[in-house]
């Protein structure tokens, strides 16, 4: 089951322990969900925006609630879960430092990916053409994209320090497959951190 | 008199909430599907304010198919090549369960001697047929309507007898305007000369006029006003001779959407009893589950070891999107396995009995799951 899961997805579910409590927010059609309820025995529990998803994750046998994380993740108590997951979803937030805030309030530990703007093509595409880059991990134009926090490595890692936040670990990919760490403001097409409240 | 109805006697005075007790209660109840030898497999379907226990099978007044036919029998969401399906007519009802129709100790009808009711009364009715049924815990309790606040009551109350709780188009109090548009239903009825303080069963006229005011009032509260216009919008209603419709600067049913209201409530008033629909209604009304654990709905579910699920339907504005989030959110702050997904369907409250095949793959998926 993990190894057809999206490549940050295949990390998050190698590092979650086994049976742990897990909240995923935005968690799609649930596959790494299903991936940590069959493979380690988690109890997972999700929040996903779009109904068609969530009527997906309902067919799997998930317990996903149709919300918006922004508005919903208030009603979670604090420390409900060991780990909370925030894949491809922080740029996504009306205000990713309040996001960041509560994920790690209902959380002790989570995982956030997201897409980094500042990665090569992306710099490129926007000083050659002068326009809002359109790639592959960003396909939609600006006006219609539901990005409207983009974020860069540097970027989340300051964020992290002004709020306090630790970051346990990072992991950075492009092309589908991990890369170094060296250079990942520029080299990572998207990128992954572990973080705890400190 | 013997029940026309397949019914279960219970053995003990029934508890109410209002401190009384029912002896010989009767609950009439149908099954679907066989029972599994270790009896893990059976769901009990609760019905709403006027349904009955014939889900999937013909109604034994109208003639006409069960009320969740689309939903209930083989190869359907839910699939009685699999499970055990339980529905049993509620107390306080018509259809063979202790009501105000049934007959008291002292030989003659209750009427309005008939204890005023609640939905966890309804609910502890339900829990002793399943005793007597030998049924631990059920593999699901599902609902809609009013059958999900049947649902989530049994969750509350009884956290160990269901191990899945679907409830669909519900929520866990009646809001003022509930009881506003049922106080209209109930004041038609009483209205009604015929009606006789509920002392109506010896005589030859019923408080038919009264309670089919009550259905048409309350049937406009199921639909939507998008699925209204679709299905009527000001279109007149042609006469029985086959001229074509006009306004006949009268009261006659000129226009369509009167002529369905008027069909809609004589139907109803050839199969159920209008001293019930006071009960039921009143019932509904005083349904509040936070309030009967503290004030804080959480709290009632935080002995719960059942999956749920909840549903809610775009139109329904009877039971809106808000009142099942409202659920939900208490069942995240309790800790409890929970899914939610709003549907988009054009049928207003009535959207859980019509053709939405998205509640067929959550009912099916939440189920089998």
Not at chain 1, 188 to 193: H, I, P, R, S, T
Request: proline share 5%.
């Amino acid at each position: 089951m993990a190894d057809t899961l999206r490549p940050d997805l295949a990390v998050i579910a190698a590092q979650v322990p086994q049976g742990a409590r897990v909240l995923d927010v935005g968690c799609g059609d649930g596959a790494l969900m299903a991936a940590l309820r069959d493979g380690k025995g988690v109890d997972a529990r999700g929040i996903e925006i779009d109904p068609e998803l969530v009527e997906r994750c309902v067919a799997r046998g998930l317990s996903v609630v149709q919300g918006d994380a922004d508005r919903d993740l208030t009603f979670y108590p604090d420390g409900a879960f060991d780990v909370a997951i925030l894949s491809q979803t922080l740029q996504t937030a009306a205000r990713p430092d309040h996001m960041m805030r509560e994920l790690l309030r209902v959380g002790r530990r989570a995982f956030v990916s997201f897409p980094n703007f500042a990665y090569w093509r992306m710099r490129w595409a926007l000083v050659s053409k002068g326009r809002m880059p359109v790639t592959r991990h960003l396909p939609v134009s600006w006006y219609e994209t539901e990005n409207i926090h983009h974020v860069t490595v540097k970027d989340f890692e300051l964020l992290s320090r002004d709020l306090g936040v630790r970051i346990e670990n990072r992991w950075f990919f492009t092309d589908e497959r991990e890369i170094g760490g060296s250079g990942a403001n520029w080299r990572a097409e998207y990128a992954l951190f572990e973080v705890s409240g400190g | 008199m013997s029940n026309p109805h397949q019914a279960f006697v219970l053995p003990e005075p029934l508890p109410l909430d209002s401190g009384q007790a029912l002896s010989g209660v009767e609950i009439a109840y149908e099954t679907y599907g066989e029972l599994a030898a270790d009896r893990s497999n059976a769901i009990l379907v609760c019905h709403a304010l006027t349904g009955d226990q014939y889900v999937a099978s013909t109604h034994p007044v109208t003639g006409k198919p069960g009320w969740w036919e689309r939903m209930v029998g083989p190869d359907k969401p839910i699939d009685t090549d699999r499970y055990h399906v339980i529905c049993a007519n509620v107390i306080g009802s018509c259809m063979g369960s202790t009501g105000p129709a049934s007959i008291a100790p002292d030989g003659q009808p209750y009427g309005m001697r008939f204890p005023v009711i609640t939905v966890r009364d309804m609910v502890r009715g339900l829990v002793a047929l399943l005793d007597g049924l030998g049924i631990a815990r059920l593999h699901a309790v599902v609902g809609g309507s009013m059958g999900g606040m049947q649902a989530l009551s049994l969750a509350a109350n009884w956290p160990d007898r269901a191990a899945r709780v679907l409830a669909i188009a519900t929520t866990a109090r009646h809001s003022a305007q509930n009881i506003a548009f049922h106080e209209v239903g109930r004041q038609a009825i009483m209205a009604d000369p015929n009606w006789q303080g509920g002392d109506y069963y010896g005589g030859n006229a019923a408080p038919d006029a009264g309670l089919s005011v009550a259905r048409m009032a309350a049937h406009i509260t199921y639909l939507s006003e998008e699925g209204l216009t679709e299905k009527f919008g000001r279109r007149l209603q042609a006469r029985k001779d086959g001229t074509p419709g006009a306004k006949t600067f009268g009261f006659d049913a000129d226009f369509q959407v009167e002529s369905y209201l008027r069909y809609q409530g004589s139907g109803f008033v050839q199969r159920f009893d209008a001293n019930s629909y006071l009960y039921i209604t009143r019932a509904m009304d005083y349904f509040d589950i936070a309030e009967e654990h503290g004030g804080k709905l959480a709290d009632a579910f935080a002995g719960t070891t059942a999956r749920f699920c909840l549903v809610s339907f775009d139109s329904d504005w009877l039971y809106p999107t808000a009142e099942s989030r409202h659920v939900v959110h208490a069942l995240n702050a309790a800790g409890a396995p929970v899914s939610f997904v709003e549907l988009s369907a054009p049928f207003g409250h009535d959207s859980f009995l019509l053709d939405v095949p998205a509640l067929d793959r959550v009912v099916k998926g939440f189920l089998d799951g």
